[in-house]
Structure formats: structure tokens, C-alpha cells
């Protein structure tokens, strides 16, 4: 089947803690992204990578860090730093960017 | 800044009659427009799109229209049924990514 998978769905972190979510697609697209969703806030953009090997902060970057060394991979590690964490974490990728874009299932982290 | 705005939270409607949710952007340079669904806990599925080239798209119940001079969008969906119910998110491209809306919590009753 083709798609994103994200995992894990639901994760707990405690406080100080880094922990890494992983997004993998196998659409063959050059472009993945990474949002946050918080009630009543929609979606808002983290990182962005328009094709592997590089990759470009979102309007909320700070507190996390990414990696896209594989077309198909595009890890996002939510630091220490992040100061509000808990929040439903969105996956996407589309064909390059100025295309429609499709994302995961989502992964819940939750800070205790 | 939000440069896509969905300034109603939520709307209600009866199942049979038309949905009509509503988007503005502020950007000028946008070219391109997204409506996404969202039930809570998954993430959004692609509804239906419009490039500025156009002033309306249709896919079955779902209509989209654009208003350039208005900077607006809406999308119709005639006849709603209680599956309609769900979050919808407008989105406008960035030529990078998707700026979305805050949603629209859209009720079918039956």
C-alpha cells in the first residue's frame, strides 16, 4: 500500500527529554513536511524539505530538529528546548512543492 | 500573522441541505487553494483544489469557489450528509508549503 506511515501514534515524554518521531513514505515524492496541530490553532508549519539532503525551518521551528538523508525518511526530534511539546504532530509529503500535499495518520507526543 | 483566516469555528447544518464554509487570505500572491477534511485524531485527507485561474471546481457534492478581487474562497457541499461531519481546513500554497486556516468544525444533524 502506498503512503505515509508515522510512528509511533501515541508517545509520552517526560519533561527534558529528547524523542524522535518518524515519518516514512513510499510515494516517490521529493517533498515532506512536518506540522503541529494544537486546538483551535489549525495547522502550523515546523520544517519543510523540498528534496533529500536538504531541508528548511517552518513558521515554528525552534525546539526541533530534522533530518532528510533519504528520499523516503524525514525524522523530526522534538528537543528539550521545545517549551510546549504535548500537541498532535503531522507528517506530509507531496510530488514537489507547489503540488497537493498528503500526510500521515499523525502521532500524538505527550509531555509528563 | 495568519494570512488564511476561517473565522467561523464552527457551523451546524441539517442533513439534505447545503454546507457552505468560508476562507479569506491576505496574500495576493497565493495561486492556489486547498480544502482538507480532518476527523479528530487522524490526519487531514485532500478534499478538493482551485488555482486562481479558475473561479470554481467541482467534484460531485463538493463545489469550490474563488473570489480573487475578495481574496475568498468557499466550499459548498450540497447535499450534506451526517459523514460530512468532521473539521475542514482551507489551505493556500506558499510555493514551499501550505499556510492553513485555524477550521471549520462543520455538524450534520440528521
Known amino acids: 500500500d502506498g503512503g505515509i506511515t508515522q510512528s509511533p501514534k501515541y508517545l509520552f515524554r517526560k519533561e527534558g527529554q529528547n524523542v524522535t518521531l518518524s515519518c516514512e513514505q513510499n510515494l516517490n515524492h521529493d517533498a515532506m513536511y512536518w506540522y503541529r496541530q494544537d486546538p483551535g490553532q489549525g495547522l502550523r508549519l515546523i520544517y519543510y524539505?523540498?528534496?533529500?539532503?536538504?531541508?528548511q525551518k517552518g513558521d515554528i521551528a525552534e525546539g526541533y530538529s530534522v533530518s532528510r538523508e533519504k528520499k523516503e525518511s524525514f525524522p523530526l526530534t522534538v528537543t528539550s528546548a521545545q517549551k510546549n511539546p504535548t500537541a498532535f504532530y503531522l507528517c506530509?509529503?507531496?510530488?514537489?512543492?507547489?503540488?497537493?500535499?498528503?500526510f500521515g495518520e499523525g502521532s500524538w507526543l505527550t509531555v509528563v | 500573522d495568519q494570512q488564511v483566516k476561517q473565522n467561523s469555528p464552527s457551523l451546524s447544518v441539517q442533513e439534505g441541505r447545503i454546507s457552505i464554509l468560508n476562507c479569506d487570505y491576505t496574500?495576493?500572491?497565493?495561486?492556489?487553494f486547498l480544502w482538507y477534511k480532518k476527523y479528530p485524531a487522524e490526519g487531514p485527507t485532500f478534499l478538493i483544489s482551485?488555482?486562481?485561474?479558475?473561479d470554481k471546481n467541482e467534484d460531485g457534492r463538493f463545489t469550490v469557489f474563488l473570489n480573487k478581487s475578495a481574496k475568498h474562497l468557499s466550499l459548498h457541499i450540497v447535499p450534506s450528509q451526517p459523514g460530512d461531519s468532521a473539521v475542514y481546513f482551507c489551505?493556500?500554497?506558499?510555493?514551499?508549503?501550505?499556510?492553513f486556516g485555524k477550521g471549520t468544525s462543520l455538524l450534520v444533524t440528521p
Open positions: 482551485i488555482s486562481s485561474i479558475k
Open positions: 496574500n495576493s500572491m497565493f495561486d492556489y
Open positions: 506530509a509529503s507531496s510530488l514537489s512543492s507547489g503540488n497537493t500535499i498528503y
Open positions: 489551505a493556500a500554497d506558499s510555493g514551499y508549503a501550505l499556510n
Open positions: 524539505s523540498q528534496i533529500v539532503n536538504d531541508f
